[in-house]
């Protein structure tokens, strides 16, 4: 039997699939079934299937108890491709990218359909128009051909695989759930913010902190109103721009800590209250729905219930089921580990090839054991802090790891200068056009190239000129720290792709499931008995996924893990 299978959905609700040849081309007959289900389930020596998108065919065969080993998700690898070709945001549908083969009109995406909190999963939906599966391996054909003519086609051939890899993972976590003892929540809630009043206003303990609060002004305030407050503060005496906590908690007034307070319970419940266990938790568990590689720098997203910004009194209630454990594993200074990887700094490779503490490593060498400072300048390199103290650190660092500070560097000045930037894989910083403040914020990092998106070596780069900052636009200067990032943080999030499928693939034959991710830390459930294992298999998935997306080098990739039956306990 072919070890690869094209599977289409059809409009009357079955599939057609076909065996494919080492071209990529069917190697049989085009078959119709009617199950789904069982057409995956008949060929379990299929090691991977090509489908359109993973979010339309992966959730109807979980639901039936089928898992696939692989796949090959036509629609993230469209996406892939766009961004090394410099097209970032084209559409990126399968039936777009088939009118772009033909010469025909480009359908828009269709828009994003917002999560639904009252269902199980909203992608057991149908998907639209079902495309031919002719037409899906025409597709299929033309990726082939735009990924053998990339800069380095077996990493964008690895990326592919692994970013289909986490549209796996990420639905089984969907399907899953994180264990959420709802009793719990509600009593954290009750001890946090009192009782609940009818109508759906305020809580007890935010009135009578709002009460505080207008006590302190003299007059009726609004505290979850920042406008209110800020001209309560003025009429005081006070001047604030805004009430954000770093500018007014040193403000000498009696309003500062009842405010404070207010705002830390009044995100909780806005955020997570009764409402957010209502919309989110079913069946004992959390499900929010998560969609790997939601933003361009490779990072995981959640649509709905803000699952990757949990308050950790909230994580109290994630709780394993009677007999189980969550181990709760979170990974050791990435991304400087990540930077020595892909620029080949020897210093730092050697520093980030122990499992000790990274940032303790560096003050020994470079800030006379001052690890504070250690850390605030590798990341400092790394997000691009350059005035005042952040500039001597980063002369500091560029004599002792020139390397390393050159890679960046060199990431941010083909950013400012308009170049498009890659992650090691080859995952692609959008062009200056598409690149904003906003994205800036979501940042991701790959390797620095040229406008061929070639790429800059460790050699190349520890020979450029040290990168200064000041001699650009606004944008342009925007874009050079989004592209600094993006290297590191884009590198690091292929990596960890790479460490879910080799993790998903060691937990196969076990109960244990993956439960929860997001871009330094891994939950998975499992039976008591087995959290010993999942431990080893964590930190051995770490260290395949490293040689995998960087190759031979001796930088470790080390994880703290905890064993706990609640999250709260993990840290």
């Not at 303790?360 to 060498?365: G, L, P």
Request: net charge neutral.
């Amino acid at each position: 039997m072919a070890d690869r299978w094209a599977l289409a959905p059809a409009e009357d609700g079955g599939v057609d699939v076909a065996p494919l040849g080492p071209d990529g081309l069917p190697a049989g007959p085009v078959r119709r079934e009617a199950d789904p289900a069982e057409a995956v389930r008949s060929r379990p020596g299929v090691t991977r299937w090509v489908w359109r998108s993973t979010a339309e065919v992966y959730p109807r065969l979980l639901a039936t108890g089928v898992r696939a080993e692989r796949c090959y998700d036509v629609e993230a690898a469209e996406t892939l491709l766009l961004g090394h070709e410099g097209r970032y945001g084209e559409p990126r549908s399968a039936a777009a990218a088939l009118a772009r083969l033909r010469g025909g009109p480009v359908p828009p995406d269709p828009p994003q359909r917002p999560a639904d909190p009252g269902a199980q999963s909203s992608l057991f939906e149908p998907a639209g128009v079902p495309l031919p599966l002719a037409d899906l391996l025409a597709v299929y054909a033309e990726q082939q051909r735009r990924t053998g003519a990339t800069a380095h086609p077996d990493r964008m051939r690895l990326l592919i695989a692994a970013e289909s890899a986490g549209m796996l993972v990420a639905a089984e976590m969907n399907r899953a759930g994180l264990p959420w003892r709802a009793d719990v929540h509600r009593a954290v809630l009750h001890d946090l913010l009192g009782e609940r009043y009818a109508g759906g206003g305020e809580p007890r303990r935010l009135a009578e902190l709002a009460d505080e609060v207008s006590a302190a002004f003299g007059r009726r305030v609004r505290p979850d109103l920042p406008a209110d407050v800020v001209k309560a503060f003025a009429q005081a005496g006070v001047k604030v721009s805004s009430t954000r906590r770093w500018e007014i908690e040193s403000v000498d007034h009696p309003a500062v800590k009842p405010l404070l307070e207010y705002k830390k319970l009044y995100r909780i419940w806005v955020a997570h209250g009764w409402s957010w266990l209502q919309d989110w938790v079913r069946d004992g568990r959390f499900r929010p729905e998560f969609h790997a590689g939601g933003t361009v720098s490779g990072r995981w997203v959640t649509h709905g219930g803000g699952a990757l910004q949990i308050p950790k009194v909230i994580r109290r209630a994630a709780v394993a089921d009677p007999g189980w454990r969550l181990v709760v594993a979170d990974a050791d200074q990435m991304e400087p580990r990540v930077l020595a990887a892909i620029s080949r700094d020897p210093g730092l490779m050697e520093v980030a090839g122990r499992e000790t503490d990274l940032y303790q490593s560096v003050s020994d060498r470079v800030f006379s054991g001052d690890r504070d400072r250690a850390k605030l300048a590798v990341l400092g390199a790394v997000y691009g802090q350059t005035s005042g103290d952040g500039l001597k650190n980063l002369a500091a660092l560029r004599r002792r790891f020139p390397r390393a500070v050159a890679y960046v560097d060199e990431a941010a000045r083909a950013g400012e200068e308009g170049r498009l930037v890659r992650t090691w894989l080859g995952r692609t910083c959008p062009p200056a056009a598409r690149t904003t403040d906003d994205a800036v914020e979501e940042a991701g990092i790959p390797v620095a190239g040229d406008p061929g998106g070639s790429g800059a070596s460790g050699e190349e780069a520890e020979g450029g000129r040290p990168w200064v900052p000041g001699h650009a636009s606004a944008d342009a200067r925007a874009r050079g720290r989004f592209a600094r990032n993006f290297v590191v943080q884009g590198s690091a999030a292929d990596w960890a792709l790479l460490l879910l499928a080799a993790l998903r693939r060691a937990l196969s034959d076990r109960a244990a499931e993956l439960v929860f991710f997001q871009h330094d830390e891994v939950i998975v459930h499992c039976p008591e008995e087995e959290a010993r294992d999942v431990v080893a298999a964590i930190r051995e998935a770490a260290d395949l996924a490293g040689r995998l997306t960087f190759g031979e080098t001796p930088v470790r990739f080390p994880f703290t893990t905890a064993v706990v039956e609640c999250y709260a306990d993990a840290k």
